[in-house]
């Protein structure tokens, strides 16, 4: 019989769902609203992953006065050692790595996006960025898996913690925690909403509708897939460093293909092109993951030999199948009405009658 502790499962979920509404929110902006199709979403989490194992490793050391130790090989274990004791005993200069951490993470990922989209969406047919995405994704994480000196190849950064490091009850820490994961979830859904309801949004959508129509109206068709590419991969690159702080680990196999597959299922099964639905299916998927990884550590212990873990992806792939053919538009379907402009013309009219 395995014990459950409510409260921490329960903070763990909200956190693991704060990082999950971020993927979500920006794959909602370029598929759902904008019709961007990126098979490569696991790429740009890895940016601002990749970004944080090397700060805390390099950056994080200079800005507490110390001499940076090469993270790698024989030194490894004394530069985990110095950024625990950072963390622990300096928790301004880890905020203050935080911060620069989170800025280096969305101008790399922004550009990167922004690149890769202006050049492959001047084609014709959109998919095809989705195929660069998917392969770049891949060719990425190989490259770095492969770079002994980036993230330790292999063997990947242990010890990149949590900014509340320093907050001895682990609780406590981990609270947090996940009100910085919350909070950085809501600003970003709360910006997407107004960029949604924004005419710049109807226009996104309107390219999503019908892009010839949009082009004949004198829309930049391809700078406004790849302004909406690079936000979007800002907002990823903030959730991947969020994810590495959480995980408290960088690595290489966290990046795969399946990580890209899991933020779809979530824009997918919520509703895509509306932000709510992004959120619900964040929240539906963090707590099917949570609750796997519970009964995969209770079948361990009961002596089974089934790897539950495995279920997790059978039900994702039913979940995909049931919500194409039965309820394509998601749980929570995209509302027809994206200005009050509605409103407004419905009411004058009514007055002049």
């Known amino acids: 019989m395995i014990n459950i502790d409510i409260g921490a499962t329960a903070v763990a979920v909200l956190t693991l769902f704060g990082i999950y509404s971020l993927m979500a929110i920006s794959l909602n902006l370029e598929y759902g609203v904008a019709g961007v199709p990126n098979f490569g979403k696991a790429l740009f989490v890895s940016i601002g992953a990749y970004t944080a194992g090397i700060t805390y490793t390099r950056l994080l050391p200079l800005l507490a006065g110390d001499i940076a130790i090469h993270p790698c090989g024989p030194t490894m274990g004394d530069a985990l050692q110095l950024r625990s004791e950072i963390m622990a005993s300096q928790p301004a200069a880890g905020f203050v790595n935080l911060g620069l951490t989170f800025i280096i993470a969305a101008v ?42 980036f993230i330790c190849s292999h063997n990947g950064i242990s010890g990149v913690a949590q900014p509340f490091y320093f907050i001895q009850d682990p609780r406590t820490s981990a609270l947090f925690f996940m009100l910085l994961a919350l909070t950085l979830a809501l600003l970003a859904y709360l910006y997407s909403q107004r960029l949604l309801h924004s005419p710049y949004g109807r226009m996104l959508k309107g390219l999503r509708e019908n892009e010839d129509i949009t082009r004949g109206l004198g829309k930049g068709v391809s700078l406004a897939r790849a302004q909406i590419m690079a936000v979007g991969s800002v907002i990823a690159a903030i959730g991947g460093v969020l994810f590495a702080l959480n995980t408290g680990f960088v690595n290489t196999n966290d990046f795969v293909v399946t990580l890209t597959l899991d933020v779809w299922v979530m824009v997918v099964l919520g509703g895509i092109g509306n932000n709510r639905g992004a959120l619900l299916g964040a929240l539906l998927i963090a707590l099917m993951d949570r609750f796997t990884q519970i009964g995969a550590i209770a079948l361990n212990m009961s002596g089974s030999e089934i790897e539950f873990n495995y279920v997790r992806f059978i039900a994702f792939g039913l979940i995909l199948l049931w919500m194409l053919r039965y309820r394509p538009q998601g749980l929570l379907p995209e509302s027809r009405l994206t200005t009050g402009a509605h409103a407004v013309v419905k009411r004058e009219i009514g007055a002049l009658q």
């Not at 989209?117 to 998919?127: A, D, H, P």
């Open 108 to 149: 790399a990922a922004g550009a990167v996006g922004f690149a890769a989209s202006y050049v492959t969406l001047r084609l014709k047919e959109e998919w095809f960025l989705a195929l660069v995405l998917l392969v770049g994704g891949e060719t990425v994480r190989i490259l770095v898996r492969g770079a002994d000196d």
